[in-house]
């Protein structure tokens, strides 16, 4: 009963934050979630505490996550580590000596065995910067046939990869893709020979099963050569793609789904569009402007009809945005302080989440002590109300700065239209070159990974 009001508690604070940190989080394939079965979840794991956040907005509940066991070795972690419900388990790399994980997995296998048991594990075993996937450990494999003996029936593994617009930056964009999930049941049988154990001691089934995860994550994970491909194929593609969508956004689904195709393209061709993509920027950079103000369509009407909205909008919910912004902005310069202290990129997402769900409620609690609300009503009301006031201050701090920009950039089209014929014609330039990368790269199927070069893995 506790457990379950936690976890409830859990996943509000868990999409509360990230509607703070991300303008948006996407979801491919939620239709292959799953019903009613126990699940397995396992995912790449490039932005720390933020990974796990996503993976409970996607599936709308609290796994039982497996972490690395050092993380206990911090006593302030602890008490969150506990709030959590994470279970530890020891990687060998930590543990001089034999490895024993026998009560965290056995802990699982209790989850797994019932109908809707849900556990998340991040199979490459660290988070890191790269974007590619690292190689898979044996210990998702090992879990599930574990939990399958131990009675975990209709047991399926579900393969999550999550890409980020990028990791470092506030309010950027994210991306969950469901996988086809793996049926252990209907697997097993090719799995196990016969008259061989089905469980995690066959060390042949675990490490056929671990390559089948593998398999099946990698094509759903980002895959390229290093941050630096990874930025310049995703921004190439969002221009490409919005020359589709007009005035409309890119949805970062089918972003990623161009810049993963363009990676596989020869070398030569992904040399041609890095060119034509880095004359393009200086053009953009010569003018002030950004890629959507050079969309067909963008006009002085167009102009006028966004003022319009967005002065009504922030008139209609100043009152609101006031009071948020006075009682988040505080704890809001907290989490970027001790964000900015911390060296290593992959470690920033964490310090933030962590960071966030400690300052935040505080503030609400000490600003409900403040108000001198003893009410039950009154005080849930108010403790609803504060963070709703927090996203309505920082939308329309967004629209006020995208109002700013869009004017500045339609004073740069009206000044220097001279130069605009040139621009548009380096533009058509990318956008050509994406179009001939993307039809030089072979197709990445939807249930299989090729290789780097495009081969079978």
Not at 221 to 248: F, M, T, W
């Amino acid at each position: 009963m506790v457990r379950g009001t936690l976890d409830r508690l859990l996943v509000g604070l868990a999409l509360l934050v990230l509607r703070g940190f991300y303008r948006c989080v996407e979801v491919e394939g939620r239709e292959r979630l799953p019903r009613g079965r126990p699940t397995l979840i396992v995912a790449n794991h490039f932005n720390g505490l933020a990974d796990a956040a996503i993976l409970v907005h996607v599936f709308g509940r609290v796994p039982r996550f497996l972490a690395k066991a050092t993380l206990w070795e911090r006593r302030w972690a602890r008490p969150f580590l506990a709030l959590a419900g994470l279970l530890p388990v020891q990687r060998r790399q930590d543990a001089p000596g034999t490895v024993d994980n026998r009560q965290a997995f056995a802990r699982s296998y209790e989850v797994l065995s019932r109908r809707r048991g849900l556990v998340a594990i991040f199979p490459e075993g660290v988070t890191h910067d790269a974007p590619a996937l690292a190689p898979i450990r044996t210990g998702a494999a090992r879990l599930a046939l574990g939990a399958r003996a131990w009675g975990a029936e209709g047991l399926a593994i579900v393969p999550v990869g999550m890409a980020f617009d990028d990791k470092l930056a506030l309010r950027s964009r994210a991306l969950a893709r469901v996988g086809w999930p793996l049926d252990l049941d209907e697997e097993i049988d090719a799995l196990v020979r016969p008259g061989e154990p089905a469980d995690e001691t066959n060390r042949a089934a675990v490490q056929h099963l671990t390559q089948e995860i593998e398999r099946r994550l990698r094509a759903v994970s980002p895959d390229y050569r290093d941050i630096r491909e990874a930025r310049v194929l995703s921004r190439a593609a969002e221009i490409a793609e919005r020359s589709e969508h007009r005035r409309g956004g890119v949805p970062m689904v089918e972003q990623e789904a161009l810049a993963q195709r363009l990676a596989y393209a020869p070398r030569e061709v992904i040399d041609e569009l890095t060119d034509a993509l880095a004359r393009y920027h200086l053009d953009l950079e010569l003018l002030g402007l950004r890629d959507h103000q050079l969309v067909p369509g963008y006009t002085a009407g167009q102009l006028l009809v966004g003022f319009l909205k967005t002065a009504a909008l922030v008139a209609l919910m100043a009152p609101f945005a006031v009071v948020g912004a006075a009682v988040h902005l505080l704890p809001y310069w907290l989490v970027v302080a001790t964000s900015r202290a911390v060296r290593k990129p992959v470690m920033k997402a964490t310090t933030r989440f962590l960071v966030a769900v400690a300052v935040f409620p505080l503030t609400w609690l000490t600003v409900l002590w403040l108000s001198g609300q003893r009410g039950l009503a009154a005080s849930v009301l108010l403790l609803v109300g504060l963070p709703a006031t927090g996203i309505i201050a920082v939308a329309c701090f967004e629209r006020l700065v995208r109002a700013r920009r869009a004017w500045r950039g339609w004073q740069a089209l009206r000044d220097r239209r001279a130069l605009l014929d040139d621009i548009l014609a380096n533009r058509e330039r990318l956008v050509t070159a994406v179009r001939t990368a993307a039809e030089a790269a072979p197709a990445r199927p939807a249930a299989t990974a090729p290789d780097r070069r495009g081969g079978a893995s």
